[in-house]
């Protein structure tokens, strides 16, 4: 069974620090380029960032560039995003995906499996 479960989301004032947790089973997690999405209530849903199985390249979203960190322990089928300077417009539900895409992958249809979910709120 294919598994992705989210954790570290919280209630946070902005300018404050986070890191989100996404452990991996049910499938061969060094094969997989792994991405953080977001989706904010009435907003498309939106990547993040992504962390490649091959070299470890990175990308980032405009908007978290220089706040966000993705990190990745294979040796723990563990992927992380370290979250610094929060905002508000940061507020939404963090969802962590795999793909098997050889390209980046930076549309959520490239993404095969996906997790539930956990919630960060950024206060003002």
């Known amino acids: 069974e294919v598994q992705l479960v989210e954790s570290g989301g919280n209630l946070v004032q902005a300018g404050g620090s986070l890191r989100l947790s996404c452990s991996a089973s049910g499938f061969t997690f060094d094969d997989y380029t792994i991405g953080w999405f977001r989706q904010a209530p009435g907003k498309e849903r939106e990547v993040v960032s992504c962390?490649?199985?091959?070299?470890?390249?990175?990308y980032y979203a405009d908007s978290v560039k220089g706040r966000f960190t993705i990190s990745r322990d294979n040796a723990k089928n563990t992927v992380y995003m370290q979250m610094n300077s929060l905002k508000p417009e940061d507020t939404a539900v963090y969802y962590c995906?795999?793909?098997?895409?050889?390209?980046?992958?930076?549309?959520?249809?490239?993404?095969?499996?996906w997790g539930q979910g956990t919630q960060v709120t950024v206060s003002s």
């Open positions: 995906a795999a793909s098997s895409e050889i390209r980046r992958p930076v549309l959520s249809s490239m993404y095969e499996y």
């Open positions: 962390i490649s199985s091959s070299d470890g390249s990175t």
